[in-house]
């Protein structure tokens, strides 16, 4: 039986951030053997998640960042089920280390970030396993999201709730923060008209048509009614057409068009915890 020291507990503890006594016992379990101990420690972290699958984790931060030349932006959101957690020091940096590696891979895929390394160790799946346990809540990533442009934008609202990426035709700073705000603050639904699935658009000329005929307006009139709130709908949640926030007299787009012509947004992503 090895002796463990109050020090051997320390190291682990500052190796995994697991409490002192759970790292005092998967030592003993481990008989001493740190490999073994951490293993021990992410297979408890295994168990908790197992327990916890079905607890909703509707807290969290959201990450959103570019790369050094601001060709590639990520956007990712780590949940949890309470907003201590959410606001704690130690989770938020987690989040940021995930979107450090989205970043630096760039998969296609949340289940391709899911399988990247966290460190030399274990993947982020593993890492998120880990502090499950670790936390005693339901930790996952629930959203993954990356561009790739002549110029991206990135910003981050409402103390790490919502998170966007907007790309540009070429490189304007300002502007693309600008838009990346309002991105944040207006949620559209579709960079512009042609981007709207046509899901949404049978959707909202079914609404306008049911919405005619209760106003009482005449059949024939019907469809062109509802082509017409829809063209109101373009303008109020497509990125391009809605009105700047910062001025109710332009688009998005022609305030792109005011700061360089010929400069325009041409994708981003939205993503939020509310």
Do not use: W
């Not at 931060?61 to 990712?76: C, E, H, L, P, Q």
């Not at 020091?89 to 390394?117: N, R, S, Y």
């Not at 579709?190 to 658009?201: H, K, M, P």
């Not at 509802?226 to 303008?235: D, E, I, P, S, V």
């Amino acid at each position: 039986m090895a002796t463990i020291t109050a020090a051997d507990v320390n190291k682990l503890r500052k190796q995994t951030g697991a409490g002192m006594m759970d790292c005092k016992n998967a030592l003993v379990e481990a008989n001493g053997d740190f490999e073994n101990a951490i293993d021990i420690l992410r297979k408890k972290g295994q168990k908790v998640a197992a327990k916890r699958a079905d607890r909703d984790a509707t807290e969290g931060a959201v990450i959103a960042v570019t790369n050094s030349d601001n060709t590639k932006g990520i956007v990712v959101c780590v949940n949890c089920e309470t907003d201590f957690v959410a606001k704690n020091e130690g989770f938020v940096d987690l989040a940021k280390q995930i979107a450090d590696v989205a970043l630096k891979t760039f998969p296609a895929t949340i289940e391709e970030l899911k399988a990247q390394k966290f460190n030399d160790k274990i993947t982020i799946e593993e890492k998120l396993t880990e502090q499950t346990g670790v936390i005693g809540e339901k930790i996952d990533l629930s959203a993954y999201e990356r561009i790739e442009a002549p110029f991206i934008a990135s910003y981050i609202h409402m103390g790490n709730k919502i998170g966007t990426i907007v790309a540009l035709n070429e490189v304007a700073e300002e502007a693309g923060k600008d838009v990346a705000m309002q991105a944040a603050a207006m949620n559209p639904v579709a960079l512009d008209r042609d981007s709207v699935s046509e899901d949404i658009i049978a959707r909202e000329l079914e609404i306008g048509r049911d919405q005619a005929r209760q106003e009482g307006k005449p059949e024939e009139m019907v469809d062109k009614i509802a082509q017409g709130k829809l063209n109101k709908f373009y303008k109020e949640n497509t990125l391009v057409d809605q009105q700047f926030i910062k001025d109710g007299n332009m688009t998005v787009a022609s305030y792109l068009n005011s700061v360089k012509k010929g400069l325009k947004a041409i994708d981003f992503k939205r993503v939020s915890l509310v």
